[in-house]
């Protein structure tokens, strides 16, 4: 299924941002905010050190994986001068195609400006307004002080810690499980 413009009204905005879906022409941005290790080191599947081409072969499998229904990646950019911020994913769940993992990572110089609230809370919308999911989850390092104060920020309920296992820490890590029902969904965070 090609990706259009149009659908779905891509680009989603925000106060500063546009977010629209990943393209091979993202791979220059996404590879440089996923070479340093606190960027990646609160991530269960990006590798570090980050690979040559590592973003080319992330985006290529992530345009197959839009393809068939099972991921979309949205790229965030500044509306003013287009500089890449972040990146939004929503992973759907293989047993329930209401329900969707999400996930985002904000490129290092622009951490705590607000812009990862502002790319989740659009991509959060986006899932229950667009997409019409009926529920969203998240998996959040226990040590992953940022994101786990952004994801309540963000109105999402705590619900448990579980034991995941990561492939490219190569090890078993505690998360934080978050949950969010369309019911409790308020858009705009309002
Ligand atoms: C987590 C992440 C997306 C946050 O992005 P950001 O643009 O800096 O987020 P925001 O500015 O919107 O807000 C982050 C919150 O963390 C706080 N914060 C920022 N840096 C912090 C730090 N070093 N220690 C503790 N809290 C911190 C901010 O004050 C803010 O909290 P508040 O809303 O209570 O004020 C970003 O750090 C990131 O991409 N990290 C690497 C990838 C990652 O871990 N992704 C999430 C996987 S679950």
Known sequence: MPITEAEFGYPLRSARLFLQPIALDDAGDVQASCLDWESVRYTSSIPYPYPENGAQKFIT?????WDQGTYRLLAARKQDDATYVGQFGLTFAEDDPGRAEISYIVTRSVWGQGFGGELARAGIDHAFRDLGLTSLYARVF????PSNRLIRRLGMRFEKVVRIH???????????????????????GR
Do not use: I
């Not at 499998?61 to 994986?65: R, W």
């Not at 226990?142 to 002080?145: F, G, R, S, V, Y």
């Not at 090890?171 to 978050?178: F, K, L, R």
């Open 166 to 188: 990561a492939p490219a820490r190569a090890c078993d890590v505690d998360v934080n499980w978050y949950e969010l029902d369309r019911a409790d969904w308020k858009e705009g």
């Open 142 to 145: 226990l040590a992953n002080e």
């Open 61 to 65: 499998e992530a345009l197959a994986k």
